[in-house]
């Protein structure tokens, strides 16, 4: 069964610096997902993204983030000066384009901040 | 109001029971509805959608009460294996606007 992967594992960085986490999507589908969830917390929606371009995005998704997809495979998500509390459980998910189709999710990345 | 509401448990019974888990949702324009399991420190993985008119898979059964806007959730004859977080998943949206709410997740743990 096609599966959405996500690298590295864990990621292990200190406060102020960027961090790239990376995602293939499921080959066929067309809609692709950030989500993160801080330890103990709720899974929370970051961005959407489609056709090349952001769908939608929450007011956790400001300046310090940005997504794409560079090479039609990879779909990343970069932070920028990362603070202690973007540690968490960051999910990538993608799903096809058919009605109410449900999300398919990656491992995550856990993501600590030192 | 939040958008997704669970009791979040946990909730502790012994193999072979029945529990059943609620969810209320806020938005009555909400148009897709899913049940997912996670376990600890994993992804959610999908356990089921929920239909208007219900739906069973196995042991799990899953219902939809637009009316008073909540999907339920039942597990027959527990596991052990059935220890987890379930997250209800709620989208109002479509295309891409499609956006799934969780909700918090309620706990069960299933003990011998």
């Known amino acids: 069964e096609p599966e959405v992967t996500q690298t590295p594992s864990h990621q292990v960085t200190q406060m102020g610096q960027e961090v790239i986490l990376r995602c293939v999507p499921i080959?066929?589908?067309?809609?692709f997902y950030w989500y993160r969830q801080i330890l103990g917390q709720k899974v929370e929606f970051l961005v959407s993204f489609y056709n090349n371009e952001i769908s939608e995005k929450s007011e956790i998704f400001d300046d310090q983030f940005s997504v794409e997809r560079p090479d039609g495979s990879n779909f990343t998500l970069k932070i920028r000066s990362t603070k202690l509390e973007d540690s968490a459980m960051y999910f990538c998910?993608?799903?096809?384009?058919?009605?109410?189709?449900?999300?398919?999710f990656g491992n995550g990345t856990r993501l600590t901040v030192t | 109001r939040k958008e997704v509401e669970q009791d979040p448990g946990p909730f502790n019974v012994p193999e072979g029971a029945t529990v059943a888990f609620n969810c209320t949702y806020s938005n009555s324009a909400s148009q897709s509805f899913f049940w997912y399991r996670q376990d600890c420190r994993k992804e959610p993985k999908l356990l089921m959608s929920?239909?208007?008119s219900g739906n069973e898979d196995g042991r799990f059964t899953a219902q939809l009460n637009r009316a008073s806007q909540y999907i339920s959730l039942l597990i027959r004859d527990s596991k052990l294996s059935d220890s987890a977080t379930y997250l209800c998943v709620v989208n109002k949206g479509s295309g891409g606007s499609y956006i799934p709410t969780f909700g918090r997740g309620t706990s069960l743990i299933v003990h011998p």
């Open positions: 929920v239909y208007s």
């Open positions: 998910a993608s799903r096809p384009n058919s009605y109410n189709s449900p999300l398919h």
């Open positions: 080959s066929n589908h067309l809609y």
